[in-house]
């Protein structure tokens, strides 16, 4: 699968690479800026270029999926996550929906179920992540959505715990080495489409957690 | 009709009150403070607490219809614009559908049509009306949305320039009073439900402008 990372040379698309090309899959890692390129390419990418504020359409050439892992950050406002995390990623769901991509892997957060949770100053950026989650999921594409916890630099474990309903509990941090795993289990796992999966730090291989028990 | 406005302090709320108790409407003023009562009554309203960000539903019983005209301003960051602006509007819209409230008019701005316009530094707020609007639109309520060019406080002249399609072109400037007399007359004009309308200064009557061609 040819699957285009939005936000590649971020924390979770750095992990998730190398294991897509693992895979046998051929990730295409959308960037900003052409010094990136070397690091995409290390990681097993094609390295291409795309402005969530600007041009990006052209990096989508080809793609059979396209993951959204990209964010403003916590160094900028939060107009800039109204404009990339929430606009960029409207933007990126039009854009496949014109172009016939119809699997989509989304990364949000796990307060996107209750924005309004704590820590308050969170709030803003749950919002944001939230009402994108909701206009992917009204969409007609083949969407997975995966709303992690706490993420840490940790190695993986390939293991994690799962819930595909909220209960406010949370539950313990995740590396996102472990998240990158879910997303390449999540694309080669039709029985994710249309789901919305909690992640948690957890010991169920990851292949077993992310599968909705039937 | 029990109308109530959420943002009834605000530039246009206030226009709106009185125009909305003149009509023979009963105009219920949700507002965040009590020291905001008086001034609320003044215009013909009766006043009720209601917090974006806390508790409002309250100040929705009996009503027939919700006016949302609240907006964080331009004095707080834009973390509180995806507050207020987009998960406060959202919210107003879930307590209607919850409570049965099917009449709903949202204040909207003409740039959300097309949020990556100029200028700039206005972006993150035209993002953040245009998924309000959208969540509005995709939503099960009788819905309106006014999508009006920049503000004034000028008088009213009971006279505007409508347009249902956008054309990024916009028109000229539109005194508060005429959008909140616009609101009065969309509420009272059923041909205006499903209707986005963007609203300018202009000439043609308002109860005219704002009925589309059929």
């Known amino acids: 699968m040819h699957v285009a990372v939005i936000g590649a040379n971020g924390g979770i698309g750095r ?13 295409i890692g959308v960037v900003r800026d052409e010094s990136q390129f070397d690091e995409i390419r290390e990681r097993g990418g094609e390295p291409r270029l795309g402005d969530l504020e600007g041009e990006f359409e052209s990096a989508l050439e ?3 999926a396209v993951v959204f892992t ?11 996550t109204l404009l990339i995390d929430l606009w960029g990623a409207r933007r990126v769901i039009d854009a496949c929906l014109e172009r016939g991509i119809d699997r989509f892997v989304m990364i949000s957060a796990y307060r996107a179920s209750e924005p309004l949770g704590d820590p308050e100053a969170m709030r803003p950026y749950w919002v944001a992540k939230r009402c994108a989650d909701d206009f992917l999921e009204a969409s007609a594409l083949d969407a997975t959505i995966l709303r992690p916890t706490a993420l840490t630099d940790d190695e993986g474990t390939g293991r994690v715990s799962a819930s595909f309903e909220y209960d406010g509990e949370g539950g ?7 998240v990158g795993q879910a997303v390449v289990t999540a694309l080669e796992t039709d029985e994710t489409i249309g789901e919305t999966i909690r ?3 957890g010991d169920t291989a990851i292949e077993d957690a992310v599968r909705p028990e039937r």
């Open 15 to 27: 992990e998730l690479l190398p294991r897509l090309a693992d895979a046998g899959h051929d990730p």
């Open 62 to 64: 080809d793609a059979d």
């Open 70 to 80: 990209a964010g403003s950050g916590g160094d900028t406002d939060w107009g800039k």
């Open 172 to 178: 313990g941090d995740i590396p996102r080495a472990d």
């Open 199 to 201: 992640l948690f730090g």
